[in-house]
């Protein structure tokens, strides 16, 4: 415990004993142990991906793929080849002290309202004119050209952008659509 009258720290030498070895022992136990070994062995190959290509945090934490750490598919396959580790369910690797296995389904959760989150947000930041970011656009076209050509000269060029952004994304649709016509 450190207080702010005491300019000291004390450092304590802990060892961890078996517990079934004749040593008793109150308060500290590490269960599944191999799954922790195999958790940091594993993680470790992980070190460098995450810096090399930020795109793996994207991933969301349900799909079970080789870029996510934690995936079921992931976690079989790697525990499979080796005889001394049993296959284990990702479930098991969550576990938190107030939602205890329901710690997956929220993180889940949480990752979908984030990622919704994030798409409405760039969505509104599209300079198309009822959207937040036509809105700026247009107040921009007001400071900028509303004073030389006029406020509807700038409420008519916001609306053209407008317009060339939903073409631009309608062609999108709809033009690979037209080829099969042809």
């Known amino acids: 415990m450190l207080r702010?009258?005491?300019?000291?720290?004390?450092?304590?030498?802990?060892?961890?004993?078996?517990?079934?070895?004749?040593?008793?022992?109150?308060?500290?136990?590490?269960?599944?142990?191999?799954?922790?070994?195999?958790?940091?062995?594993?993680?470790?190959?992980?070190?460098?991906?995450?810096?090399?290509?930020?795109?793996?945090?994207?991933?969301?934490?349900?799909?079970?793929?080789?870029?996510?750490?934690?995936?079921?598919?992931?976690?079989?396959?790697?525990?499979?080849?080796?005889?001394?580790?049993?296959?284990?369910?990702?479930?098991?690797?969550?576990?938190?002290?107030?939602?205890?296995?329901?710690y997956y389904i929220i993180a889940n959760l949480l990752f979908w309202i984030w990622f919704v989150n994030i798409n409405v947000a760039i969505f509104n930041a599209l300079p198309i004119y009822p959207l937040d970011g036509g809105q700026a656009l247009r107040k921009l076209f007001s400071i900028t050209i509303g004073k030389k050509l006029g406020e509807k000269s700038a409420f008519y060029l916001s609306v053209s952008v407008t317009l060339v952004l939903v073409g631009l994304i309608f062609s999108l649709i709809m033009v690979p659509y037209l080829a099969l016509l042809a």
């Open 4 to 102: 702010k009258d005491v300019k000291e720290v004390k450092k304590f030498n802990v060892e961890l004993r078996d517990l079934g070895g004749g040593h008793p022992m109150i308060g500290v136990k590490i269960a599944n142990s191999d799954i922790l070994e195999w958790s940091v062995q594993y993680l470790d190959s992980y070190k460098n991906v995450a810096l090399k290509n930020p795109i793996i945090h994207l991933v969301p934490p349900s799909y079970p793929t080789v870029l996510h750490p934690y995936s079921d598919r992931v976690i079989c396959s790697t525990t499979n080849q080796s005889t001394t580790t049993a296959c284990f369910d990702v479930k098991s690797l969550y576990i938190h002290p107030l939602f205890g296995q329901n």
